[in-house]
Every structure is written in structure tokens, then in C-alpha cells.
């Protein structure tokens, strides 16, 4: 299993008349944890990117416990807990200012070969660090 921390300030933009995180703005959450996530293994989203891989959500699902609220500081984890084929699944868990788990989510992104348009397994350069990053 993978396993990163990253967190965010709610901004106030982020929310709603009431100050809770507008819903749609999770996504973005998760996809900033995912690029951190990147990050802390060694490798820059740009960088898989320059190596002719994209990486397409090809779904989202999201449980909603509690609302997030402006300017809470929220932890975002992040987790691989299984070896990616042609797709890699992302679990997450937001947490709030007093340690209370708000959010649990999950996204399913495959590797596409960005020349090619075509689906591809998990290329060895990102296999080989998330082997070398694995705890079980």
C-alpha cells in the first residue's frame, strides 16, 4: 500500500452561501492529492506526462459525512492499496481542524499512451516506484 498526507486551507471561493465546500470543488481536492501523491514517489505529474502517459479519471465516487467549512485546514490521504494493471483506483479520506474523517472518496484513472490514444498497462517507469514505495 501507498499512503500520503497532503493539506488544504479551505479558500473562500471554494464554498457556498452557507460556507460549506461547494461539492464539486472535491474533485479538485483529490486531484491535488494525487499530484502530491506523485510528487512524494519521485516522479512529477508533468513528468509522466513528458513521458507520453496521461492518466484520464474514469470514475469518481464520493461519501459525504460531514460538511468541510471555510478556512479549515483539511488533511487529504491518499491511498494505493493495490498493484495498477491498465487502471490505478485511489482511495481518499478527508479529515477536518478536530481530526473528524468528513469525506471518504475513490477514483479510478487509467494510463493511456498519449501518441497513440490507446490504453496501456502501468509503464515500468511508474511500476518500478510505486514497487520501490509499497508497504505492506
Not at 471561493?13 to 491535488?32: H, I, Q
Not at 513528468?47 to 478556512?71: C, M, N, T
Not at 499512451?113 to 514505495?133: A, Q, T, W, Y
Request: glycine share 4%; aromatic share 16%.
Amino acid at each position: 500500500m501507498i499512503h500520503t498526507t497532503h493539506t488544504i486551507r479551505v479558500r473562500y471561493a471554494e464554498t457556498d452561501p452557507m460556507k460549506y465546500v461547494y461539492y464539486g470543488n472535491y474533485a479538485t481536492y483529490f486531484e491535488v492529492a494525487r499530484v502530491e501523491l506523485f510528487r512524494e514517489l519521485g516522479m512529477p505529474y508533468n513528468e509522466i506526462e513528458h513521458r507520453g502517459i496521461w492518466l484520464p479519471v474514469s470514475q469518481f465516487s464520493i461519501k459525504y459525512l460531514k460538511p468541510a467549512l471555510y478556512d479549515q485546514n483539511l488533511e487529504i490521504h491518499t491511498f494505493i492499496k493495490k498493484i495498477p494493471g491498465v487502471r490505478i483506483d485511489f482511495e481518499y479520506e478527508i479529515y477536518n481542524d478536530s481530526k473528524e474523517k468528513i469525506t471518504e472518496a475513490k477514483t479510478t484513472l487509467f494510463f493511456l499512451d498519449s501518441e497513440k490514444n490507446k490504453v496501456v498497462k502501468c509503464p515500468d517507469f511508474l511500476m518500478g516506484l510505486i514497487k520501490k514505495n509499497w508497504k505492506e
